[in-house]
């Protein structure tokens, strides 16, 4: 798979596979900071320096490859256009801060985008691992994996107090980040939000919209993350998140049931609805997209919508992203107007054809 | 071009405003501009970037002003100095991190509520940690093993033990020759 298929795909291919609570959860996500010794952070360092760390972070491929069986593939940042960089950003496979400074920044990635190395980011390495559904430890054991490899070549920054060494000092320590991504939208409906927001937050742990810091919780998809990385060990930072999102998952479920005894015919009602405006608009605009797909996800989940068809959430949650309608559309800019028309016209031939399986 | 508002000066603010996706340019003279608060707003919009880099900056600040002030020592590696820490929020290599220490130390413990690692030891420079590490769980495992009579198991944890500190020993001593 080329860098080219990955940014124009429709999902990447992880993203497929059903995976543990996968009505409720969908991603989990593992990322290991970690820096080479003695070389200036990404944040102090020149053009030279960089491009060494590029150079010689990019010869472990081969290594990556063969320790894993799977084939890894490096990419310059400044040879994307921007619009390609952006889609990476949608798709999760980079961060927004390494789209935005591109030059002297690169990527090692899985073929399946799984696994990504963002090189030159904050940290000289950002190794992410995602996998479908809650499967925190299987994330963790492969970027795990991933570290040793790279650490078999390169010496770590690392000392015995502080752990691994890191340019920000919130990632001291194991430079660990675990994130679950989960889709709430009973928990939404019932306003039940703000009290598992500030639970969560009492424990440790950061509650965020759809696409990290800043962005607002769109489409009822959150992201559960860890905050703290020094002090505990890699598998208590899991353990202690993976108890939160099975918590947070039965509330889900029980908001759920609690909506379908009570009020099952409004819940019927706002779900065709939903389904009804993105199977028919014209122009539809991608706050609006995103909520609606959220509760036919929801009818979905529920058996209100009869399918198989659960991962055309996921699926549609990427296709009606604006860089990733840019690329489709082809023009170099496109305006809002018209991106609103392209986005309900992908969303409609998507839906389109599936109408028989869907109205019984 | 003239200010949209008075027509009268010559416009040298121009706002870009783009809000559910219908975008909107105004074109003021500084007076107007003033006077519509537009500028407030722009205020507010630079104050949602507020990341934890500015937080920390004020932490990092606040230690300076703990320690002595005016030695400003740099990074022998990368030629960091404290100062430049509490204006940026970052650090600049991982040799910072002993050149800045003992000023660090009570930084992190702030963030973290802990400043002393215990998670993964890396092979290469983990040094002795990792054996150190490993004896610490050994003989955690000891005490269990006693308390649950498995006397066999135990004395192999013991001899385990004994060999691993024997080597630390040997290798401490070694690298204090050097």
């Not at chain 1, 940014?7 to 970690?34: C, F, H, K, N």
């Not at chain 1, 990385?229 to 029980?254: A, C, F, K, M, P």
Request: glycine letters at 8%; a negative charge.
């Amino acid at each position: 798979m080329s860098i080219e298929t990955m940014v124009g795909g429709q999902i990447s291919p992880w993203m497929t596979g059903g995976g543990r609570e996968s009505d409720i959860v969908l991603s989990s996500r593992v990322r290991l900071a970690r820096n080479l010794d003695g070389i200036p952070f990404p944040n102090r360092a020149d053009t030279i320096v960089l491009q060494g760390v590029i150079q010689e972070l990019g010869e472990a491929v081969p290594e990556l490859s063969a320790a894993t069986g799977k084939p890894y593939i490096l990419v310059k940042m400044g040879k994307l256009t921007p619009l390609e960089r952006y889609v990476l950003v949608e798709k999760h496979i980079i961060s927004p801060s390494l789209a935005q400074h591109a030059e002297s920044r690169a990527l090692i990635v899985e073929e399946d985008a799984a696994v990504s190395i963002m090189i030159n980011e904050e940290d000289h390495l950002r190794i992410q691992c995602m996998a479908p559904g809650l499967a925190l430890t299987e994330a963790f054991q492969s970027a795990d994996k991933i570290d040793d490899v790279m650490e078999a070549r390169h010496n770590f920054g690392f000392n015995e107090q502080m752990g691994y060494l890191t340019a920000c000092p919130t990632n001291l320590g194991t430079g660990l980040r675990a994130s679950v991504m989960l889709h709430l939208p009973a928990l939404g409906i019932t306003r039940q939000l703000n009290r598992i927001v500030n639970a969560a937050t009492q424990l440790g742990l950061a509650v965020r919209g759809l696409y990290g810091e800043g962005s607002e919780a769109a489409g009822n998809v959150f992201q559960i993350s860890n905050q703290l990385t020094l002090g505990h060990t890699e598998q208590e930072i899991i353990d202690n998140l993976y108890s939160v999102v099975t918590q947070v998952v039965e509330h889900e479920r029980s908001a759920r049931c609690m909506l379908m005894r009570e009020s099952e015919n409004a819940l019927s009602d706002k779900v065709w609805r939903s389904y009804g405006i993105l199977r028919y608009a014209r122009s539809i605009s991608g706050q609006e997209a995103l909520a609606m797909l959220s509760e036919v996800r929801l009818g979905i989940d529920l058996g209100i919508i009869d399918t198989k068809q659960a991962s055309l959430f996921n699926e549609l949650l990427i296709m009606t992203r604006p860089n990733y309608l840019q690329k489709v559309s082809g023009s170099n800019l496109l305006a809002a107007d018209a991106r609103d028309r392209l986005r309900a016209d992908v969303i409609r031939s998507k839906l389109a054809g599936r109408d028989e399986e869907y109205v019984k | 071009m003239l200010c949209d508002n008075c027509q009268k000066n010559q416009a040298c603010v121009h706002i870009t405003k783009i809000i559910n996706n219908q975008k909107l340019e105004k074109h003021l003279c500084s007076e107007c501009a003033k006077q519509s608060g537009e500028m407030n707003l722009a205020g507010l919009a630079f104050d949602n970037s507020f990341s934890v880099q500015d937080f920390l900056k004020g932490m990092f600040s606040q230690v300076v002003e703990e320690a002595e002030p005016a030695d400003d020592m740099a990074c022998p590696n990368c030629g960091m100095t404290y100062s430049e820490f509490s204006r940026g929020g970052k650090i600049g290599c991982t040799a910072c991190y002993t050149t800045f220490g003992a000023r660090l130390e009570p930084l992190v413990r702030r963030i973290h509520g802990a400043s002393a690692h215990i998670g993964k030891v890396p092979h290469r420079s983990g040094g002795l940690l990792e054996v150190k590490l490993k004896i610490k769980r050994l003989k955690q495992e000891l005490t269990r093993q006693v308390s649950c009579e498995e006397y066999e198991m135990a004395a192999k944890t013991r001899d385990e033990i004994r060999d691993l500190e024997k080597g630390l020993v040997e290798e401490t001593a070694k690298e204090l020759k050097e």
